[in-house]
């Protein structure tokens, strides 16, 4: 019987335990999408007790603990930090499967040297130990990030935005990794919900005149990325409900603006054609400036509108939606390519039944110019997990260059999250290893050691241009 989480941890033959010890473990982290706050970054408060690093707003912890039924008191509710971490660590103990053990695991090893087992019984040890490391190391934002060899990290960040955190961050020093912003104009693509119109009155407060139509609305989005591109950002993010694909006349899209400015209702397909158009001229400007596009695809959510009404979103409603995308997002991306004005792409989709049409789609649009110009994002979300790893990169194996894969990213709010790379660099070593071990491929150390390098951190360094 094996050693709980030794240091040869999901690594199940030697050639794969060489690979991730020799030429993946060591090599610094590029967090190229992430959630983290620059505002809370710059301040850099001491965390007072480990409940505050552990599970806020961590919603992934929030519902394991609502499927055991621990009352949302002790979620988001009125009790104590305290009983909180006692409620999830309690619940935690039988949480056999699930990736959250593997992970709160790694977190208590990696950033507190705690290797008791969570339970119980020794939920209220753990509490004492670990607020006594937070006391001792002064824990903060900076101390978790300057522990875990991140080099850079990309933050989410509104076309609105002030970067001003930004900016402070790297005058103050403080925090070694580049924090960068990325682009992320979702506010300004959906059309169709309710925050549309006060963003377009937001925006139009940052640049300090009206936006009066949709060319007017593009010019200024041009104009914010060249800003954001002034001050480091080299990625754009989009969270897609679908793949949208639809075209219409400029006049017919500037009418559709103005109706949605008005505060009119648009129809699905108005709010397709927009969205086709706008995106469209974005990747016109992120060709231009040698960025990298995120496409995110297949989320479904705020579920539970009553949760939803008492919580806000990112609390933990949200699940895989099952759109079919191949044919939009196949117009979509050509109608970019055929104008030579595809940038640089990350496709990611929720749905693992989509693992094959991305796979496959990448091969579409590839350019020599730029080795794996279009790639096949990384498990996100709900499957940045052993099996969506897994699956992701058996897909890309099969279909594309997986040698050529820019690799993980957190996609987390937690500070605690870089272990996440470690889990993920362990799964990919012990695959690729595997099949060589297995005859599959040569056992070629030097060959491997390069492919796994190259996926922990090169291929990512070279493609963002870091």
């Known amino acids: ?51 505050q690093i552990f599970l806020g707003g961590d919603h992934y912890k929030w519902r394991y603990m609502r499927s055991c039924g621990i009352d949302e008191e002790y979620i988001t509710g009125s009790k104590s930090d305290k009983e909180k971490f006692l409620a999830f660590c309690g619940c935690l103990q039988y ?24 339970t119980s019984a020794s939920a ?14 002064k824990m903060s934002p900076s101390v978790l990030i300057n522990s875990s060899n991140v080099e850079t990290i990309c933050t989410t960040d509104d076309p609105a935005d002030s970067l001003e955190y930004h900016a402070a961050i790297k005058e103050k020093g403080h925090i070694k990794a580049r924090v960068l912003p990325a682009f992320r104009p979702d506010m300004a693509l959906n059309i169709d919900k309710e925050t549309f119109v006060p963003y377009i009155e937001r925006l139009e407060g940052v640049i300090g005149r009206k936006i009066t139509g949709f ?52 129809r699905a397909d108005e709010a397709e054609a927009y969205k086709t158009k706008l995106l469209q001229a974005l990747a016109r400007k992120y060709h231009e400036l040698g960025w990298a596009m995120q496409l995110h695809m297949g989320a479904l959510r705020n579920n539970n509108s009553r949760m939803y009404a008492r919580l806000g979103a990112d609390t933990g409603f949200d699940s895989i939606n099952d759109y079919s995308i191949a044919e939009g997002l196949s117009r979509l991306l050509n109608s970019m390519e055929e104008r030579d004005e595809l940038p640089k792409t990350i496709l990611y989709t929720l749905n693992p039944k989509d693992n094959y049409v991305l796979a496959t789609m990448l091969g579409n649009f590839q350019s020599s110019e730029t080795p794996g110009k279009i790639q096949f994002g990384s498990g996100w979300w709900f499957n940045d997990q052993r099996d969506g790893m897994t699956e992701q990169m058996k897909a890309l194996a099969n279909l594309g260059a997986l040698s050529k894969f820019v690799g993980m990213l957190t996609d987390s709010r937690s500070f605690l999250s870089y272990t996440r790379h470690e889990y993920f660099r362990r ?3 012990n695959i690729i290893g595997t099949w060589a071990e297995d005859g599959e491929f040569p056992c070629d150390m030097e060959t491997l050691g390069k492919i796994v390098s190259d996926i922990s951190y090169y291929n990512a360094k070279e493609y963002f241009g870091l």
């Open 215 to 266: 060319a007017e609305l593009t010019a200024v989005l041009c104009e914010r990325a060249d800003f954001f591109h002034e001050n480091g950002c080299r990625i754009s993010d989009h969270a897609l409900d679908g793949a949208p694909y639809r075209e219409m006349t400029d006049d017919e899209i500037n009418d559709i603006f103005l109706k949605a400015k008005n505060g009119g209702a648009v």
């Open 95 to 118: 949480a056999v499967g699930n990736p959250l053990y593997h992970w709160t695991h790694l977190e208590l090893r990696r950033y507190f040297g705690i290797e008791d087992i969570v």
């Open 427 to 429: 799964i990919m070593c």
């Open 124 to 137: 209220e040890t753990i509490w004492e130990k670990a607020n006594r490391v937070i006391e001792d190391t």
């Open 1 to 51: 019987m094996k050693q709980f989480m030794d240091k040869d941890f999901m690594l199940h033959n030697d050639t794969a335990k060489r690979l991730y010890h020799d030429h993946s473990e060591k090599l610094p982290i590029i967090d190229y999408h992430c959630h983290l706050v620059p505002k809370q970054m710059l301040e850099d408060e001491q965390f007072k007790n480990i409940s």
